[in-house]
């Protein structure tokens, strides 16, 4: 196996190049019919369809919503869930965020790492198995989702249609493997009354903004940026720059939101936005983990992480989407009473929750147990199967984890400008979901 996936790794990374060339952002344009999802997405997805076929795998799309790539046979199956959208390209990237650069060993690109190369390397995988003619005992599928970023309803119609796999994992996260997932809330908060502020930030509800400007009804105070962050002033304007990144890891982030808000309060702002500022900047602070808002909670599965992602202030006031990602014990339930009680004190009402619930899967199961022996051999380590905070299509399923595929140690470029993976990774990728399929689902 692995000298068919070295011998096609060229190949693999020019199919990888022309997918992340594909601007295919989660609704980035609007539904058609055929394409619920919009014309980019959809390119995506038969881009990569095609790519199949011609490694010589069954390839079909199930009515718009998602792609299968099928090897194999049997009665049970094993699914493999990627995800061909991508999160809005967002500011600070020093190469065209679509340009699928290639520049010291690695692939620059939004969606290189999340998801479109493990999506590939899947296929490639699979591809390699069928070229080894290895006898089957399960089929196998390579699920591709069209709208993972921004929900689940592609997968979703899959398994209406298609029904629950026997076992499947996805190469969406981190290594080893991630068995545990803890639940994931986006909650939207307004405030009526008319803003003499203009702020306009955010791309989506798990991306932290690395950047993000304000207009004043008045001339702007210079005021030394917040340690980390960048502000620049130009008469009734302030811009703030800190790094995006992904929600679930706050930490590896500068969420300029929050420095905008410090900025704010010390700005010469109309009455109702001073207090409006203030109290905002008073619950969040820079917190990554909801501690002055009193949702600080750990335990075995994780952390609490709590990172306002998108904001608008205009006429009809201030509207604001957080992400939270919550350990098992922080029931969902009890955190949504913490931010009413907070917010509503200061003048803000709850128009919008959505709420997904945490996925865990015993470490002692085929599953986990196989694709840790898989990694570990492969890696030379004694690694355990992790917690997160991210969430993926493992818990769309009964029977699923996340295997892959960011590195132990290594700090996640999901959602952060300059998105890169290396051409090693795509080699290690690629042989490890090989050997994974081997042993899941070949005699």
Same mark, same amino acid.
């Given at each position: 196996?692995?000298?068919?996936?070295?011998?096609?790794?060229?190949?693999?990374?020019?199919?990888?190049?022309?997918?992340?060339?594909?601007?295919?952002?989660?609704?980035?344009?609007?539904?058609?019919?055929?394409?619920?999802?919009?014309?980019?997405?959809?390119?995506?997805?038969?881009?990569?369809?095609?790519?199949?076929? @011609?490694?010589? #795998?069954?390839?079909?799309?199930?009515? $718009?919503?998602? =792609? %299968?790539?099928? &090897?194999? +046979?049997? /009665?049970?199956?094993?699914?493999?869930?990627?995800?061909?959208?991508?999160?809005?390209?967002?500011?600070?990237?020093?190469?065209?965020?679509?340009?699928?650069?290639?520049?010291?060993?690695?692939?620059?690109?939004?969606?290189?790492?999340?998801?479109?190369?493990?999506?590939?390397?899947?296929?490639?995988?699979?591809?390699?198995?069928?070229?080894?003619?290895?006898?089957?005992?399960?089929?196998? @599928?390579?699920? #591709?989702?069209?709208?993972?970023?921004? $929900?689940?309803? =592609? %997968?979703?119609? &899959?398994? +209406?249609? /298609?029904?629950?796999?026997?076992?499947?994992?996805?190469?969406?996260?981190?290594?080893?493997?991630?068995?545990?997932?803890?639940?994931?809330?986006?909650?939207?908060?307004?405030?009526?009354?008319?803003?003499?502020?203009?702020?306009?930030?955010?791309?989506?509800?798990?991306?932290?903004?690395?950047?993000?400007?304000?207009?004043?009804?008045?001339?702007?105070?210079?005021?030394?940026?917040?340690?980390?962050?960048?502000?620049?002033?130009?008469?009734?304007?302030?811009?703030?720059?800190?790094?995006?990144?992904?929600?679930?890891?706050?930490?590896?982030?500068?969420?300029?939101?929050?420095?905008?808000?410090?900025?704010?309060?010390?700005?010469?702002?109309?009455?109702?936005?001073?207090?409006?500022?203030?109290?905002?900047?008073?619950?969040?602070?820079?917190?990554?983990?909801?501690?002055?808002?009193?949702?600080?909670?750990?335990?075995?599965?994780?952390?609490?992480?709590?990172?306002?992602?998108?904001?608008?202030?205009?006429?009809?006031?201030?509207?604001?989407?957080?992400?939270?990602?919550?350990?098992?014990?922080?029931?969902?339930?009890?955190?949504?009473?913490?931010?009413?009680?907070?917010?509503?004190?200061?003048?803000?009402?709850?128009?919008?929750?959505?709420?997904?619930?945490?996925?865990?899967?015993?470490?002692?199961?085929?599953?986990?147990?196989?694709?840790?022996?898989?990694?570990?051999?492969?890696?030379?380590?004694?690694?355990?199967?992790?917690?997160?905070?991210?969430?993926?299509?493992?818990?769309?399923?009964?029977?699923?984890?996340?295997?892959?595929?960011?590195?132990?140690?290594?700090?996640?470029?999901?959602?952060?400008?300059?998105?890169?993976?290396?051409?090693?990774?795509?080699?290690?990728?690629?042989?490890?979901?090989?050997?994974?399929?081997?042993?899941?689902?070949?005699?």
């Amino acid at each position: 196996m692995k000298n068919w996936i070295e011998t096609t790794l060229r190949d693999q990374i020019e199919d990888l190049k022309a997918l992340v060339r594909i601007p295919s952002v989660s609704r980035g344009d609007p539904a058609e019919p055929g394409k619920p999802f919009g014309k980019t997405v959809y390119e995506a997805l038969q881009a990569t369809l095609q790519i199949a076929r @011609r490694l010589g #795998l069954k390839a079909w799309d199930v009515d $718009g919503y998602c =792609g %299968v790539v099928e &090897y194999g +046979e049997g /009665e049970e199956l094993l699914g493999i869930l990627a995800h061909l959208d991508v999160v809005p390209e967002g500011e600070g990237w020093s190469v065209p965020p679509y340009s699928a650069t290639e520049k010291d060993g690695r692939i620059i690109g939004r969606g290189t790492l999340d998801d479109k190369s493990p999506a590939l390397s899947a296929i490639y995988a699979l591809a390699a198995i069928k070229a080894k003619g290895f006898p089957m005992k399960r089929r196998v @599928r390579v699920i #591709l989702g069209c709208d993972e970023e921004i $929900g689940s309803l =592609g %997968v979703e119609h &899959y398994l +209406e249609v /298609e029904g629950q796999p026997t076992l499947a994992f996805t190469p969406d996260a981190e290594y080893p493997v991630v068995n545990s997932e803890m639940g994931i809330m986006h909650t939207t908060y307004e405030k009526k009354y008319v803003s003499a502020l203009r702020i306009d930030c955010g791309t989506a509800a798990n991306v932290i903004p690395g950047v993000i400007r304000a207009e004043l009804p008045c001339k702007a105070v210079p005021v030394a940026a917040p340690e980390g962050f960048t502000a620049t002033y130009e008469e009734n304007r302030i811009t703030v720059e800190g790094r995006g990144g992904h929600a679930s890891m706050p930490e590896f982030a500068k969420n300029a939101l929050l420095a905008l808000m410090d900025i704010l309060t010390k700005q010469p702002l109309p009455e109702e936005d001073m207090k409006t500022v203030n109290a905002l900047h008073t619950l969040w602070g820079y917190d990554l983990h909801g501690e002055t808002i009193g949702v600080d909670v750990t335990d075995e599965s994780g952390r609490t992480t709590y990172s306002p992602d998108v904001i608008r202030f205009d006429e009809n006031g201030v509207r604001f989407i957080a992400d939270c990602r919550h350990p098992f014990t922080a029931k969902a339930e009890d955190l949504l009473k913490t931010w009413d009680a907070a917010y509503e004190k200061e003048g803000f009402v709850r128009t919008d929750t959505t709420i997904k619930p945490g996925h865990f899967i015993p470490a002692d199961s085929e599953l986990v147990s196989t694709l840790m022996n898989v990694y570990n051999e492969l890696n030379g380590s004694d690694s355990k199967p992790l917690s997160m905070g991210g969430g993926t299509y493992a818990r769309e399923m009964d029977n699923a984890v996340a295997f892959g595929i960011v590195r132990e140690g290594e700090e996640s470029m999901c959602h952060m400008p300059d998105e890169s993976i290396s051409i090693e990774d795509i080699r290690f990728n690629t042989v490890c979901m090989a050997e994974a399929i081997r042993r899941l689902a070949a005699v």
